[in-house]
């Protein structure tokens, strides 16, 4: 691995995760001769990915949409609740809502695979130096989304509440117990500023939140 020091310090710990060999030997080669970043480690699965970077430090990762078997999507929320987990770059195809799927679910940048390969290493740059890169998209505008602040577990729970589902038939249904429910329950309607259940069911529907579940979990197929 390269282990040169950029000018800002240490290289940037990088991890790659595509289910394709051939972009995982070429997106390794591009980045272990770049001296501002250092090859942490590289999987053809998120579940490899989600193994290695909850056991070694990484600062970004860079992942395609489509990773068997969790999903990008899935891979993302996961990441989310995890503590010093790495920022995700999604390097994919860009095709159709991909880019603004891959932002709703928590990643910080997009880079099309149709791009120069300078163009991921910039993004990644600039991501390592906390921005967000979504060619096209108004970031901004989709920040100010509330679903994008929700955790996996609350969006778990906004989906579950859209059943209608009493409290008791939540925590049955997420296997948890009613004072976590309400826990739960209390935070959802402070961040999407709801004063109630009817409120929070409106928000989900009128949200992307329902279109992606729709499309299953925003994952093309």
Not at 71 to 91: C, M, S, W
Not at 106 to 112: D, E, K, R, Y
Request: proline share 5%; aromatic share 6%.
């Amino acid at each position: 691995m390269n282990q040169s020091v950029s000018d800002s310090g240490a290289p940037i710990g990088i991890m790659l995760a595509d289910s394709n060999p051939l972009v995982l030997s070429a997106l390794s080669e591009i980045i272990d001769r770049d001296p501002r970043f250092s090859l942490v480690a590289t999987s053809a699965t998120a579940e490899g990915f989600l193994g290695t970077v909850m056991r070694v430090p990484v600062q970004i990762g860079v992942i395609d949409w489509n990773l068997p078997a969790l999903g990008g999507a899935k891979l993302i929320e996961v990441l989310r609740d995890q503590a010093n987990a790495p920022r995700v770059v999604v390097y994919a195809e860009d095709t159709g809502d991909l880019p603004r799927l891959a932002m709703t679910a928590g990643a910080a940048a997009f880079a099309p695979r149709s791009s120069a390969a300078e163009t991921l290493l910039e993004t990644c740059m600039d991501v390592a130096a906390g921005k967000m890169v979504f060619p096209f998209l108004d970031v901004r505008e989709l920040q100010s989304d509330p679903i994008h602040q929700l955790s996996r577990k609350e969006r778990v729970m906004l989906e579950a509440l859209s059943k209608g589902l009493t409290n008791r038939e939540l925590a049955k249904e997420l296997s948890i117990s009613i004072n976590t429910v309400k826990f739960h329950l209390s935070n959802l309607f402070e961040k999407l500023s709801v004063k109630n259940r009817a409120q929070a069911i409106a928000f989900y529907y009128s949200s992307r939140l329902a279109l992606e579940r729709d499309q299953g979990d925003g994952i093309p197929r």
